[in-house]
Structure formats: structure tokens, C-alpha cells
């Protein structure tokens, strides 16, 4: 009978096999998406249980904590209200309910246990308390961006060029974190800064003159006709008012804004050329902003049915394009990076809107280091535009953004058309940084409707006003 | 090192864990470390030490392993039940006391426990009986769908499934040992399947008829699970007949089948098992348990969240059918697999003083035993785990629950006896 019972042992060791891996099943291969399953209650409790720690703008004002409530659980307040709701998001602890930093850096305020500290760590006391996360945001800026949209739909970015270092991000209308779910006009919880796209207008032409000069094919001094209109693509094209500028200098098209001569030159530069500036500079690929993936969307150019073009598709219209206009679908955030691109000397920095982690004693557990994100242009073409979107401010369609008190602000307008044709609605926008001899502040403001109003008349004057505030905070 | 002296020092590990498991519950609760921690060890470890000179006295080659084992299941099982629920494991360690009183009584009592052969259709009536007794008006009482348990006055319930289950293995330990040469010799060839004659397999298959329709009229699925895979087991040590097996495995399958579309309760079983995730079947409360069992365990990780960390009112039964999820949640996977190595190795100890036996009887009753045992396991833990529908039916040792306990203790005096006499040395 021996050779049985061995046998039979056997079989038990496979059943008690069975056991262990289908305990690892549930412990380990599906565990996390158990644990964010919407009937598991058990999530949200433990969840609630913990004292996440609080977010906190760069000078240490309180934009999220969290407040007891009965049984040992604790809730999310938002000390500011609705002015930071798109990055720092809410947490409302049931499943999935939750955007944001809150969702973005949930790792560090809710510092989850894991490893054999799970096993001795409770010991050491009941409660469970997060870390603090110090973001990049400017409160006053964050305040003057809010005034200049002055409840107009629209967005303000501004970014320290040299680290990406979110300083404001402000999108209009905006919701109360406390009640993120409450009904509200205008799709306020889409965050325009991320998730807004419009197209470009004049502004994108920064790009088409990286692309131009960093390739080689034209100087800020090349000679290019400006008159009106030009067949582009076969459809003719119109610079405002119909104006002809005859032969003019490239420095001279970007500072007026010319669309014939850019039209051009996109085209002269090619479609190969143009994609791979575009996509230096980020176009095609999602932002990597720490914000929770879904948040966050990449400009991209759509084709007329609405559908998105894969990059250097053959039905795109570069020469439109090259003015920022062809089906480009462009977020602020996106024309924000392009300025910080221009205004560190080529090099883009990775936008981050968290700073640090501090533990609850106070000591800082985690900085956020800058990091290149891309090299899109050498120092020599960076420094030739900055020229040249210096005379947009100084004497061109940007003068309303002029800093004044001699600190030299380069810039770009841009005013983009959009709803059926011979309608007056337009996107106004501007870009650009400052002191343009030391860019600290790169910045891109978009008013997503106007009737009839230009980017240099309706943005320039906000981005003044949230530069300005930026550098005498010291940026 | 003699086999007690290694018995003794196996116990230090339970008394250990008993200790430390009782100081971290204290501490998680009131932040201090109360000296009862220490006085509740000491107690432990005094009852084990009792029973230690008890064996040693009486069963001084018994193998020196079984009882350790038992002792860090058992110590684990009264922290983790305390955990729980103090007064539960108060409760729980007044049957601990009546479980090793027992155990000291099997022991002294059959220190030749092949006389238990004499009796064998008594025990075999009197576990039958037992298994009818909680269907019977005013002592039964139902949980959850099934007939388990019965009523005590004094306010104990009592799930007598847990004695049946030794007294069938004593029964078929002694008529296999009878009827095993005839079923071999006799068997036939029919239809090219090899069948047992009805003549001596007969009688086993009327008790078992019987036990079957006892157990649907008590709709008790897992102590059904665990008798017939015991049957099967133990037909298969005798016989050595694998067609045997094939042919029983069948017949509970088309059971199984019966009862799944034929009683309610086994259904939603059936049901909760197959689609525990599914949205409604949750909220309706037939997948609950499961499903709720299951995101404890995901919640524990490869380390558990801690003693004391889980929430067992979010588990139904987290002290009894649930306790596996319990340990999951707070030791993690590798606190579980340690215990299901602890279990695992407990059957090896059962099955190897099985083949060590020198006589039929024995080595059919400790194999059997082990068996039944390793069964009650696999048909608990399965059920937590979502490899087989879930069925209640305790966790040896430690789950909360008296005739648990008391049978299992039993169960380990057999065990210890059957080893005795297969180690003791031979006169020459």
C-alpha cells in the first residue's frame, strides 16, 4: 500500500500547490486590479484612513490638506478653492473618483506600506500619515492670470524655461475641488491648459522659423516676397487686411505677422523638415507634465473630417500649417514649451508642476531635478529668434505686451480663425519670455473665443501682467 | 536528540509566535505592551508542555513532529481568532483546554486503538447519526444554507460533522482491511471498466449512500467534498485501483452537477464562485463573501498589511470559513504559504506513520486520517482562494470553533498512537 500513499502524497502536494498559486494570484498578479475594482469597498476604507499630506503652492500656501472625519477617516479640503483646481485635481476617495496631483502624486501623500515595514511598521503607532508635496505654483501669478481671463474661456502657462518649472497654470471657467461632480456650464472641468486644443495661429510661427533657420535654409536677413494674396496649396492665401508687403526681410514677416512669406517658407522648408521641428519641440506626443496621463493631451494636426493626421501626412497643408492654422490642434501648455524652448537657448526642459516631497518632520525626502527634455535648436538659431520676437514686442504686433522699466520681453502673437468661414470668431493668443536677455519666464496665453479680437490686443496684455508679477516675485 | 526531546524543543516556535503574536495585538490596540501578552504565552506554553509529558510518558516513539505542528497551528489560529474577537478566543481557549483533555483521554483509552475495530458499526451508526443531528427540530440550527450545526443549552453550538468524520475513517480503515484482497481479486471487467464485486464493495457503497443523503438533506457541500474525497483516498491506499477512483470521481461529478442545478443554495454556490466580480451577483449577496475574501487577500500583498491591519467586518465569517483571508490580508502570500507548508508537512508526518504502520489497519487508518485532514484544507482554503466553490467548513486548529478543535485533537491522538506502535522498536 506505501507506493499508494506516496502516490496519494502527491496528489495533495499538487492540491496544496493549487492553493499557493492561486493565493499568489490574488496577493500578487491581479492584486492591483482588485484593489481598484469598483465593489471593493476595503480600498476606499484603508484609503480613507490615511492622513494624506497636504499640496502646497511654492511659498508654502496650503492648496489641499486633509480634515478629520468620524471614524477614524479623513477628508480632502481645498483651502483655495477653484483658482488651482486643474493641477492639483481632488481626491475624493471613492474609486477612481480623483484627478490631478492628487491622483499624479498619490505615492507620496498617501505613502502606501509596503515590504517588511508593513509587518513591524504599524506597531510603531496606528495612523498612517502622507507626505507633503511642495508644488512649482506661484499663488500671486496663479491670482493675475485668473483677473486677466477675467471669466472669459482660456488658459494662462507659464514656465521657468531654465528648469520647466511650472510657475502658473490657470484655465478658465474652473470648479470647486470640493464638489467636483456638481454640474457646471461650459465644460469647466476640462482643464484648457492640458487638455484644451485650438489652433495656433500666428503664434506657431516660431516654429516654422526654427525649422527654417536651424536647418539652414533661411537667415533672420533672407529676402522674401510679402504680397497678397498667394496660392497656397491651390486655395488662396490672405495676409490681414489683404495687405501686400512686397519684398521683406524674414525678421520683418515674423515682427508683422506676414502669412504669404511664412506660407512660403514652410513650404520651402518641406514637410519632413517642418515634422521633425514640430516634433522637437513636443507636438505629437503627450506633454510629460506630471499630471495623470489621461490628463494630459498632445497637439497634433487634424485632417478635415476631424480626424487626427499621422505627422508628415501627405494631406496636411504645410504651407497653413507653417502659420498655425491647416488643422493644427494645439494646447497652451504645448505653445508654452515652445517659447521655454526658444528662451533656453534650444533646450527643453521637462515641465513638472511638483518641487518637492517633505516628510512630516520636515526634512525633504525627494526634489524633483530638472531634465532636458529635448534639444530642439542650437544656441546660435535660439538666440537669432529671440531677436527677432524681440522687435515683435518692440515694434511689431506685440508692443501691448512691452514689460517697460528697459526689461526686454520677445514675443509672438497669434490669432487664429475659427468657425465657418467669414465668421469673425478668433482665438487670440501670445507667447514668449522674459527678460529676453535672461529668459526667467516663458509664458503662453489663449482666450479660446473672441469676436474679432487679435492676439496682441486681447493675450499680450495678460502675459504682461502674469510676467511681470512672475519677476518681481524674484523668478 | 530523542524523538520527545525534539517534541520539546518544537514547541519553543508556538510558544514564540503565541508571545509575540498576542504582544503585537496589544500594542496595536492600546499602543503599550500589556504583561497579559506574556501571561497568555506562559499558559499556552504550560498546557503544551502538559501534553508534551503526557505523549512522553505514554507514546514515547510517536513522531516527535505532528504535535509541534499542531501546537504553532493552534497557538497561530487562538492570536489570530483574539485578533478577531477577545471573547471568541477566550471561548476558543477553553476549548483548547477540552481538546487536549480529550486527546489525553484517546490516548489513554486506546493506547491499543485497534480495539476500535470491535466497534466499528457502532461508530459508523454513531456518525451517521451525529451527521443527521442538526436536521433534527430543536437542536439544529441552519447557517448560512446549511445544516451544520447544533444547539447545546448553555448557548454552545456544536458542528458534529467534525466527529463523523473520524469515526467514517475508522470504519473504512477497518472494512477495507477486510475487504481489500477480495475487491482486488474479484473485481470484473465490465464494458472494459474494471468494478469492485458488489458484494464486498456493498456495504461501503450503502454507508455511503446513506452519508450522501444525509449530507444533501443538510446541504453541507464541503464536509461532502472532504467525506467522499476520503472514501476515495482511502479506496485507492487499499486497492491501488486507480479505475476505482475514476469511477467515484464520476459519480460525485454528476452529484455535484444534481445539486448545482437542483438546490438553491448549492446553485448560488456554483454561481458566486463562477462570477464573483460580477456586479450584480455581488450586490445581491451571492458573490459577496467570495469576492470580498478575495480583495482582503489582494489588499495583503507579498508581505500582509500587519497584524491587526485588515477589516474583518467588511468579510462574513472572517473568524471561521473566512480565516484564510484574514491571514492573507494581514501576513501577506508569505505568511499564507507558510501556514499551508505547516498543514502540508503535518500530512507528510500523517502519511509517513501511515507507511511506517505494520499492519493493515493502521497504516489504511493514519492514511486516512492524514487524508481527511489534508481534504478539510484544500476544501476550505480552496473555497477562499476561488479554486473550488466555496463551502463552509473550518480551518483545522484555527478557525474559531469547538467541535473543530476537540475533533482535531483526536484526530492528532489516532495520528500519535498509530505512529507509536509503527516506531517502536521491534522485540527481537
Same mark, same amino acid.
Given at each position: 500500500?506505501?507506493?499508494?500513499?506516496?502516490?496519494?502524497?502527491?496528489?495533495?502536494?499538487?492540491?496544496?500547490?493549487?492553493?499557493?498559486?492561486?493565493?499568489?494570484?490574488?496577493?500578487?498578479?491581479?492584486?492591483?486590479?482588485?484593489?481598484?475594482?469598483?465593489?471593493?469597498?476595503?480600498?476606499?476604507?484603508?484609503?480613507?484612513?490615511?492622513?494624506?499630506?497636504?499640496?502646497?503652492?511654492?511659498?508654502?500656501?496650503?492648496?489641499?490638506?486633509?480634515?478629520?472625519?468620524?471614524?477614524?477617516?479623513?477628508?480632502?479640503?481645498?483651502?483655495?478653492?477653484?483658482?488651482?483646481?486643474?493641477?492639483?485635481?481632488?481626491?475624493?476617495?471613492?474609486?477612481?473618483?480623483?484627478?490631478?496631483?492628487?491622483?499624479?502624486?498619490?505615492?507620496?501623500?498617501?505613502?502606501?506600506?509596503?515590504?517588511?515595514?508593513?509587518?513591524?511598521?504599524?506597531?510603531?503607532?496606528?495612523?498612517?500619515?502622507?507626505?507633503?508635496?511642495?508644488?512649482?505654483?506661484?499663488?500671486?501669478?496663479?491670482?493675475?492670470?485668473?483677473?486677466?481671463?477675467?471669466?472669459?474661456?482660456?488658459?494662462?502657462?507659464?514656465?521657468?524655461?531654465?528648469?520647466?518649472?511650472?510657475?502658473?497654470?490657470?484655465?478658465?471657467?474652473?470648479?470647486?475641488?470640493?464638489?467636483?461632480?456638481?454640474?457646471?456650464?461650459?465644460?469647466?472641468?476640462?482643464?484648457?491648459?492640458?487638455?484644451?486644443?485650438?489652433?495656433? *495661429?500666428?503664434?506657431?510661427?516660431?516654429?516654422?522659423?526654427?525649422?527654417?533657420?536651424?536647418?539652414?535654409?533661411?537667415?533672420?536677413?533672407?529676402?522674401?516676397?510679402?504680397?497678397?494674396?498667394?496660392?497656397?496649396?491651390?486655395?488662396?492665401?490672405?495676409?490681414?487686411?489683404?495687405?501686400?508687403?512686397?519684398?521683406?526681410?524674414?525678421?520683418?514677416?515674423?515682427?508683422?505677422?506676414?502669412?504669404?512669406?511664412?506660407?512660403?517658407?514652410?513650404?520651402?522648408?518641406?514637410?519632413?523638415?517642418?515634422?521633425?521641428?514640430?516634433?522637437?519641440?513636443?507636438?505629437?506626443?503627450?506633454?510629460?507634465?506630471?499630471?495623470?496621463?489621461?490628463?494630459?493631451?498632445?497637439?497634433?494636426?487634424?485632417?478635415?473630417?476631424?480626424?487626427?493626421?499621422?505627422?508628415?501626412?501627405?494631406?496636411?497643408?504645410?504651407?497653413?500649417? *507653417?502659420?498655425?492654422?491647416?488643422?493644427?490642434?494645439?494646447?497652451?501648455?504645448?505653445?508654452?514649451?515652445?517659447?521655454?524652448?526658444?528662451?533656453?537657448?534650444?533646450?527643453?526642459?521637462?515641465?513638472?508642476?511638483?518641487?518637492?516631497?517633505?516628510?512630516?518632520? *520636515?526634512?525633504?525626502?525627494?526634489?524633483?531635478?530638472?531634465?532636458?527634455?529635448?534639444?530642439?535648436?542650437?544656441?546660435?538659431?535660439?538666440?537669432?529668434?529671440?531677436?527677432?520676437?524681440?522687435?515683435?514686442?518692440?515694434?511689431?504686433?506685440?508692443?501691448?505686451?512691452?514689460?517697460?522699466?528697459?526689461?526686454?520681453?520677445?514675443?509672438?502673437?497669434?490669432?487664429?480663425?475659427?468657425?465657418?468661414?467669414?465668421?469673425?470668431?478668433?482665438?487670440?493668443?501670445?507667447?514668449?519670455?522674459?527678460?529676453?536677455?535672461?529668459?526667467?519666464?516663458?509664458?503662453?496665453?489663449?482666450?479660446?473665443?473672441?469676436?474679432?479680437?487679435?492676439?496682441?490686443?486681447?493675450?499680450?496684455?495678460?502675459?504682461?501682467?502674469?510676467?511681470?508679477?512672475?519677476?518681481?516675485?524674484?523668478? | 536528540?530523542?524523538?520527545?526531546?525534539?517534541?520539546?524543543?518544537?514547541?519553543?516556535?508556538?510558544?514564540?509566535?503565541?508571545?509575540?503574536?498576542?504582544?503585537?495585538?496589544?500594542?496595536?490596540?492600546?499602543?503599550?505592551?500589556?504583561?497579559?501578552?506574556?501571561?497568555?504565552?506562559?499558559?499556552?506554553?504550560?498546557?503544551?508542555?502538559?501534553?508534551?509529558?503526557?505523549?512522553?510518558?505514554?507514546?514515547?516513539?510517536?513522531?516527535?513532529?505532528?504535535?509541534?505542528?499542531?501546537?504553532?497551528?493552534?497557538?497561530?489560529?487562538?492570536?489570530?481568532?483574539?485578533?478577531?474577537?477577545?471573547?471568541?478566543?477566550?471561548?476558543?481557549?477553553?476549548?483548547?483546554?477540552?481538546?487536549?483533555?480529550?486527546?489525553?483521554?484517546?490516548?489513554?483509552?486506546?493506547?491499543?486503538?485497534?480495539?476500535?475495530?470491535?466497534?466499528?458499526?457502532?461508530?459508523?451508526?454513531?456518525?451517521?447519526?451525529?451527521?443527521?443531528?442538526?436536521?433534527?427540530?430543536?437542536?439544529?440550527?441552519?447557517?448560512?444554507?446549511?445544516?451544520?450545526?447544533?444547539?447545546?443549552?448553555?448557548?454552545?453550538?456544536?458542528?458534529?460533522?467534525?466527529?463523523?468524520?473520524?469515526?467514517?475513517?475508522?470504519?473504512?480503515?477497518?472494512?477495507?482491511?477486510?475487504?481489500?484482497?477480495?475487491?482486488?481479486?474479484?473485481?470484473?471487467?465490465?464494458?472494459?471498466?474494471?468494478?469492485?464485486?458488489?458484494?464486498?464493495?456493498?456495504?461501503?457503497?450503502?454507508?455511503?449512500?446513506?452519508?450522501?443523503?444525509?449530507?444533501?438533506?443538510?446541504?453541507?457541500?464541503?464536509?461532502?467534498?472532504?467525506?467522499?474525497?476520503?472514501?476515495?483516498?482511502?479506496?485507492?491506499?487499499?486497492?491501488?485501483?486507480?479505475?476505482?477512483?475514476?469511477?467515484?470521481?464520476?459519480?460525485?461529478?454528476?452529484?455535484?452537477?444534481?445539486?448545482?442545478?437542483?438546490?438553491?443554495?448549492?446553485?448560488?454556490?456554483?454561481?458566486?464562485?463562477?462570477?464573483?466580480?460580477?456586479?450584480?451577483?455581488?450586490?445581491?449577496?451571492?458573490?459577496?463573501?467570495?469576492?470580498?475574501?478575495?480583495?482582503?487577500?489582494?489588499?495583503?500583498?507579498?508581505?500582509?498589511?500587519?497584524?491587526?491591519?485588515?477589516?474583518?467586518?467588511?468579510?462574513?465569517?472572517?473568524?471561521?470559513?473566512?480565516?484564510?483571508?484574514?491571514?492573507?490580508?494581514?501576513?501577506?502570500?508569505?505568511?499564507?504559504?507558510?501556514?499551508?507548508?505547516?498543514?502540508?508537512?503535518?500530512?507528510?508526518?500523517?502519511?509517513?506513520?501511515?507507511?511506517?504502520?505494520?499492519?493493515?489497519?493502521?497504516?489504511?487508518?493514519?492514511?486516512?486520517?492524514?487524508?481527511?485532514?489534508?481534504?478539510?484544507?484544500?476544501?476550505?482554503?480552496?473555497?477562499?482562494?476561488?479554486?473550488?466553490?466555496?463551502?463552509?467548513?473550518?480551518?483545522?486548529?484555527?478557525?474559531?470553533?469547538?467541535?473543530?478543535?476537540?475533533?482535531?485533537?483526536?484526530?492528532?491522538?489516532?495520528?500519535?498512537?498509530?505512529?507509536?506502535?509503527?516506531?517502536?522498536?521491534?522485540?527481537?
Amino acid at each position: 500500500m506505501n507506493s499508494q500513499i506516496v502516490k496519494l502524497f502527491g496528489f495533495f502536494v499538487v492540491l496544496f500547490a493549487l492553493l499557493i498559486i492561486w493565493t499568489t494570484r490574488w496577493t500578487v498578479i491581479d492584486a492591483s486590479a482588485l484593489n481598484a475594482n469598483p465593489l471593493n469597498s476595503r480600498t476606499v476604507i484603508l484609503q480613507a484612513r490615511i492622513k494624506r499630506g497636504r499640496i502646497l503652492a511654492d511659498n508654502g500656501a496650503v492648496l489641499a490638506k486633509s480634515v478629520p472625519k468620524p471614524g477614524r477617516q479623513w477628508s480632502r479640503a481645498y483651502p483655495q478653492g477653484p483658482l488651482y483646481a486643474q493641477s492639483v485635481g481632488y481626491w475624493t476617495g471613492e474609486n477612481g473618483n480623483a484627478a490631478g496631483l492628487e491622483v499624479s502624486d498619490n505615492k507620496y501623500l498617501s505613502v502606501t506600506q509596503t515590504g517588511l515595514n508593513s509587518v513591524f511598521g504599524p506597531l510603531g503607532g496606528n495612523q498612517t500619515v502622507g507626505n507633503d508635496v511642495y508644488t512649482t505654483l506661484d499663488p500671486k501669478a496663479q491670482q493675475v492670470a485668473q483677473q486677466g481671463l477675467a471669466g472669459r474661456g482660456g488658459s494662462v502657462v507659464a514656465l521657468d524655461p531654465r528648469t520647466g518649472a511650472v510657475l502658473a497654470m490657470y484655465s478658465n471657467p474652473t470648479y470647486n475641488p470640493s464638489h467636483p461632480n456638481a454640474p457646471c456650464n461650459n465644460s469647466c472641468q476640462v482643464d484648457r491648459a492640458t487638455q484644451g486644443r485650438y489652433p495656433p *495661429g500666428s503664434t506657431f510661427k516660431v516654429v516654422t522659423t526654427t525649422a527654417a533657420i536651424n536647418s539652414g535654409k533661411f537667415t533672420p536677413n533672407s529676402v522674401i516676397n510679402g504680397d497678397s494674396p498667394k496660392l497656397i496649396s491651390g486655395v488662396p492665401l490672405q495676409n490681414d487686411y489683404n495687405q501686400s508687403f512686397g519684398p521683406i526681410t524674414f525678421t520683418k514677416a515674423l515682427t508683422d505677422s506676414v502669412n504669404t512669406v511664412y506660407a512660403q517658407v514652410a513650404q520651402d522648408v518641406g514637410r519632413p523638415t517642418m515634422t521633425d521641428y514640430m516634433k522637437r519641440f513636443g507636438f505629437y506626443s503627450t506633454p510629460p507634465l506630471d499630471l495623470p496621463s489621461g490628463e494630459v493631451f498632445r497637439s497634433v494636426v487634424v485632417g478635415p473630417h476631424g480626424k487626427e493626421l499621422a505627422p508628415a501626412s501627405p494631406n496636411e497643408d504645410i504651407g497653413r500649417i *507653417g502659420i498655425g492654422q491647416g488643422g493644427l490642434d494645439v494646447t497652451p501648455l504645448q505653445m508654452a514649451m515652445v517659447a521655454s524652448a526658444v528662451a533656453n537657448g534650444g533646450k527643453l526642459m521637462t515641465p513638472h508642476l511638483t518641487d518637492r516631497v517633505v516628510n512630516q518632520t *520636515g526634512q525633504t525626502i525627494q526634489t524633483i531635478q530638472p531634465t532636458v527634455y529635448s534639444n530642439v535648436m542650437t544656441p546660435a538659431t535660439a538666440s537669432q529668434i529671440t531677436q527677432m520676437m524681440r522687435d515683435v514686442v518692440d515694434e511689431g504686433t506685440g508692443t501691448p505686451a512691452q514689460l517697460g522699466s528697459g526689461i526686454p520681453f520677445a514675443g509672438k502673437t497669434g490669432t487664429a480663425s475659427i468657425g465657418p468661414t467669414g465668421s469673425n470668431e478668433t482665438v487670440p493668443w501670445f507667447i514668449g519670455f522674459a527678460p529676453a536677455n535672461n529668459p526667467k519666464v516663458a509664458v503662453a496665453v489663449m482666450i479660446e473665443k473672441s469676436n474679432g479680437g487679435f492676439g496682441g490686443q486681447v493675450a499680450a496684455p495678460i502675459a504682461k501682467n502674469v510676467v511681470q508679477t512672475l519677476l518681481s516675485e524674484g523668478k | 536528540m530523542s524523538a520527545r526531546n525534539r517534541e520539546l524543543f518544537g514547541l519553543i516556535p508556538a510558544a514564540l509566535l503565541v508571545t509575540a503574536g498576542f504582544a503585537g495585538v496589544f500594542i496595536q490596540r492600546q499602543n503599550v505592551l500589556s504583561n497579559v501578552s506574556l501571561t497568555y504565552g506562559a499558559i499556552f506554553l504550560g498546557l503544551c508542555l502538559v501534553a508534551h509529558i503526557c505523549i512522553r510518558m505514554t507514546l514515547p516513539n510517536a513522531d516527535p513532529y505532528l504535535f509541534p505542528l499542531v501546537a504553532l497551528l493552534a497557538s497561530f489560529g487562538i492570536v489570530m481568532v483574539y485578533r478577531l474577537d477577545s471573547t471568541l478566543a477566550r471561548q476558543q481557549a477553553q476549548w483548547f483546554v477540552v481538546g487536549l483533555i480529550l486527546f489525553v483521554a484517546t490516548i489513554v483509552a486506546f493506547r491499543d486503538y485497534r480495539k476500535l475495530e470491535q466497534y466499528r458499526y457502532v461508530i459508523v451508526a454513531v456518525s451517521l447519526l451525529l451527521l443527521i443531528l442538526p436536521r433534527l427540530p430543536g437542536i439544529g440550527a441552519q447557517v448560512n444554507g446549511a445544516y451544520l450545526e447544533i444547539r447545546v443549552p448553555g448557548g454552545l453550538s456544536f458542528q458534529p460533522t467534525e466527529f463523523s468524520k473520524i469515526g467514517l475513517v475508522i470504519f473504512l480503515a477497518s472494512y477495507l482491511r477486510d475487504t481489500r484482497q477480495a475487491m482486488v481479486l474479484g473485481a470484473r471487467r465490465i464494458l472494459g471498466v474494471t468494478l469492485p464485486p458488489l458484494k464486498h464493495f456493498g456495504p461501503v457503497l450503502v454507508i455511503w449512500g446513506l452519508a450522501m443523503v444525509a449530507l444533501v438533506l443538510l446541504s453541507d457541500i464541503g464536509s461532502s467534498v472532504m467525506f467522499y474525497g476520503a472514501l476515495l483516498s482511502m479506496l485507492y491506499v487499499a486497492t491501488g485501483r486507480l479505475s476505482f477512483v475514476v469511477i467515484g470521481v464520476l459519480a460525485f461529478v454528476l452529484g455535484a452537477w444534481f445539486l448545482g442545478t437542483h438546490i438553491s443554495h448549492v446553485h448560488a454556490r456554483f454561481e458566486g464562485w463562477q462570477h464573483t466580480l460580477n456586479p450584480q451577483l455581488y450586490r445581491k449577496g451571492v458573490s459577496y463573501q467570495v469576492a470580498n475574501g478575495i480583495f482582503a487577500q489582494a489588499a495583503g500583498g507579498l508581505f500582509g498589511q500587519g497584524f491587526g491591519q485588515s477589516i474583518p467586518s467588511l468579510i462574513p465569517f472572517a473568524d471561521t470559513d473566512m480565516i484564510y483571508a484574514v491571514i492573507t490580508n494581514e501576513l501577506g502570500l508569505f505568511g499564507a504559504t507558510a501556514i499551508l507548508l505547516a498543514y502540508l508537512l503535518f500530512v507528510f508526518r500523517g502519511f509517513k506513520a501511515a507507511t511506517m504502520s505494520r499492519d493493515s489497519f493502521s497504516t489504511l487508518l493514519a492514511a486516512g486520517l492524514s487524508a481527511v485532514f489534508a481534504l478539510q484544507v484544500f476544501v476550505i482554503v480552496g473555497g477562499v482562494t476561488r479554486v473550488i466553490p466555496l463551502t463552509g467548513v473550518t480551518l483545522p486548529f484555527i478557525s474559531y470553533g469547538g467541535a473543530s478543535i476537540v475533533a482535531n485533537f483526536v484526530l492528532l491522538a489516532l495520528l500519535l498512537l498509530v505512529s507509536d506502535r509503527a516506531r517502536r522498536p521491534v522485540a527481537r
